[in-house]
């Protein structure tokens, strides 16, 4: 299978708190990108980073890519409650978008 | 930003019958779709790539004559799941490819769950 892993599957943290996201692939990519889900819905797009990039930021996000370990990570930084989601990484080896998405981790932030 | 909607959101039917799921990008032009399907707790796997005015390409493992893609229009692609059961439940999403500022960009819809008595 060509899915990405992400680890960890689950995880629980307080307000306030960093909330750490990993993503290993496989192959060669021309972008990484992270999404968030709420459950039962539809994807939001969060942050694309191209192979060629080491880290982005976008608000309270940030995301590293290290191609020379396949990997990637997304930190929310000061999490919130309405943060509670599911994120997946998905990457897009053409450039043309046809994306495979990573396993997903389940982010619970508790009040 | 740019909206892709889905129709219908939900759909309950029985085994064996033929459900079709319609795909809008509303104030874009997709000359590409694709179409994910998602098991409940588990992540979105690419059944097939929609392509306006041709056949679609479908994932190895997806049956073609199974589900059926029609991409007839620039802002509209159907899927079609022909003779359901109840392992074809699911939550299937789509998204459209667009191209802005000379990068491309996809917009994902809300999703269509499906279940299968």
């Known amino acids: 299978s060509q899915q990405g892993e992400e680890d960890p599957q689950a995880l629980s943290i307080q307000e306030g708190e960093n909330a750490t996201m990993n993503c290993s692939y496989k192959?060669?990519?021309?972008?990484l990108q992270w999404y968030r889900q709420n459950s039962g819905r539809g994807l939001v797009h969060l942050i694309l980073i191209r192979s060629n990039e080491r880290e982005k930021h976008s608000g309270r996000l940030r995301v590293t890519l290290d191609t020379s370990k396949k990997s990637s990570s997304l930190l929310i930084t000061a999490s919130r409650a309405a943060d509670t989601a599911s994120y997946f990484c998905?990457?897009?080896?053409?450039?043309?978008?046809?994306?495979?998405f990573g396993t997903g981790t389940r982010l619970l932030v508790s009040p | 930003g740019a909206v892709v909607s889905q129709h219908p959101s939900w759909v309950i039917c029985k085994s064996g019958t033929s459900v079709k799921i319609e795909c809008r990008s509303l104030d874009f032009q997709a000359t590409t779709m694709f179409w994910y399907r998602q098991f409940p707790k588990q992540s979105l796997m690419l059944m097939a790539t929609s392509n306006e005015g041709s056949k679609a390409t479908y994932e190895q493992g997806v049956e073609k004559d199974k589900f059926l893609i029609n991409h007839a229009s620039l802002t509209l692609s159907t899927l079609t799941v022909t003779s359901a059961h109840p392992e074809d439940s699911s939550f299937y999403i789509c998204?459209?490819?667009?191209?802005?500022?000379?990068?491309?960009?996809?917009?994902f819809g809300p999703g269509t769950r499906l279940l299968v008595l």
């Open positions: 998905a990457t897009d080896a053409s450039g043309f978008q046809k994306l495979v």
């Open positions: 192959t060669s990519i021309n972008n």
């Open positions: 998204s459209a490819r667009a191209r802005s500022g000379g990068r491309e960009t996809q917009y």
